[in-house]
């Protein structure tokens, strides 16, 4: 049947049927992301080392819990700041400009930079040799610093957050827009009443992809922050590869793992997730 | 009520509309009739302020409208896709008009009211996505006049609806512009719907107004065989002039009769111009035992009965087609030797 229109040999088209290829992707799946999370999951417990659960009571206290409410904090001070530039952003290629195109290149091409390289960019250009200081004669705080995290992070995921808010306001009616004009709305009433309500799942979207993307970065902190600054990511990675305490890095990540999906159920409950992705 | 003076909107190098002149009265239906790209929508748009015109004013009310915001200028506007709000209800879709016009108090009663005019009672609370296409232009004209604008436009709002609704909700529309006498503006290409509803057509092509008047007098007296063409249908025929008898149009073995009065004095007589002449449908007679003027031998082409009455296509010896509208079920059939005739005063000459 899957191979109707191709010439495969006969003895192939009956033994290879679409039931084969689902459990070969499948099989790939379950190899290779089911099978090290339950092993991740199991390391966490530490059952057989004398104290279980150990590792789950170390990583809700002390250092580890406040890295946690961190990274958390970070994801929503990212998302929010994000959504502000990107909104404005798209606001302005929607409406503003005919060259949409251009800008929309404009967008996805930092895409092609590895994040590192922009990080350390930041880096460089806050930097007390770099211009911005030669320029304003201080970094205003920005490197190696909260500001400086969130700064990267907004600067890295804004094309993520852009494109989904950039659909759906680009998917308006104009005629919404010029209705709302002739019924006697002014043109910030417009936005207000009109085009923020019709684009909002792209909007929800794009704070849900951020949300998730910063919250767990590793990169931006370990670049732009200084140890005070750490995320979850670092954190875990340091359990790891300098502690050497696999049982903590896994109950971080397990740990980590559940709020974020608890707080998307949250999220879920006021917004249905479903719909919004329907519409983009 | 609504005067536009020569209004000129250039989109880049392309000329959308030229130094277009009209005006409206109180409680008139005028139309803008034209084929698409002739401007009229451009035209309505920016009545509306959502263009704004290279040159021109417009007055409203007497007042100049012309750099006024489309908030400001107390416009109701039915749109070719209905445009209400998905994301509100049909009520609140009445509502926002209603409280941008400090209505607020009479939201309820103005909405009930509303509905009721565009028969649409008891759909307050239902999605605008859930309605019907009819049903959604009905709500859309609710809203339009709901906080009673001065002006209401319509731009094409029966485009999309089959042959059926688009009659009715035709003449819904007449039926509520002449219940509550608002000023209104229609925008068309299809000139049936632009004779039957309005009491004044504008008719434009490629952005400038080709004549202006009533739609008998645009039927009957067409200015141009731009407007005869597009107004009605007819028989169209072509010859010259002769000189020594001026009431004698001549093409080939055909002699036509007509109305010496009716020659335009644009078509020289003299050089052999070439006119055009037009013939409704309506005055012509298929009959072998009368005697017109106008008498020709024709085959019968081809007959449409379309209900009311039939429609009859023949050809004459020449291959000119003529159109004849005929009474219901003619007893001729497709091939069929006949002969058509009718009078010079009934001869449109362009």
Known sequence: MIFRNLPVPTSVRE?????????????????????????????????????????????????????????????????????????????????????????????????????????????????????????????????????????????????????????????????????????????????????????????????LIVFILSSGSFLAPAVLGSSENFMIANMIERSYTELFNIELAAALSVIYTIILLALIAVFNSYVNLGEVFENI | MLEITNLTKYYGDHLAVEDLSFSIEEGDFATLLGPSGCGKSTTLRTIAGLIEPTEGTITLRGEDVTNLPPDQRNIGMVFQSSALFPHMTVKENLAYGLKMHGLDDEVDTRVSEYLDLVEMSGYEDHKTTELSGGQQRRVSIARALAYEPDILLLDEPLTGLDRVLREQIRNEIKQIQREINVTTLFVTHDQQEALSLSNQIIVLNNGQKEQEGTPESLYEHPKNRFVAEFVGKSSRFTGQPDDTKPSVIQNGSLTFAVDPESIPDTSPNTDGADVTLYVRPEDVVIDTSSTFQNEFDATVSHIADVGSHSEIELELEDGTPVLVEAERFPDLSVGEQTTVGFDPEDVIVL
Do not use: C
Request: proline share 5%; glycine share 8%.
């Open chain 1, 15 to 207: 033994r290879v049927t679409p039931r084969h290829l689902v459990a070969f992707g499948l099989g790939w799946l379950a190899l290779f992301f089911v099978l090290p999370i339950l092993v991740l999951v199991w390391q966490s417990l530490g059952i057989g080392t004398g104290e279980p659960l150990s590792a789950y009571q170390q990583a809700l206290s002390g250092l580890y819990l406040w890295t946690i409410v961190r990274s958390f904090y970070y994801g929503i001070a990212t998302t929010i700041v994000t959504l502000a530039l990107a909104y404005a952003f798209s606001y302005f290629v929607v409406f503003w400009t005919s060259m949409k195109n251009l800008f929309l290149i404009l967008v996805v091409l930092p895409l092609w930079i590895a994040y590192i390289i922009r990080y350390l960019g930041i880096q460089l250009f806050f930097s007390p040799t770099g211009p911005f200081v030669d320029l304003f004669g201080t970094d205003f705080g920005f490197l190696f610093s909260t500001r400086g995290v969130i700064l990267g992070m907004t600067i890295a995921y804004l094309p993520f957050a852009i494109l989904p808010i950039y659909n759906s306001m680009n998917a308006i009616d104009r005629d919404h827009i010029h209705a709302s004009r002739v019924l006697g709305a002014g043109s910030l009433r417009t936005v207000y009443s009109v085009v923020f309500p019709l684009s909002l799942s792209g909007i929800v979207a794009a704070g």
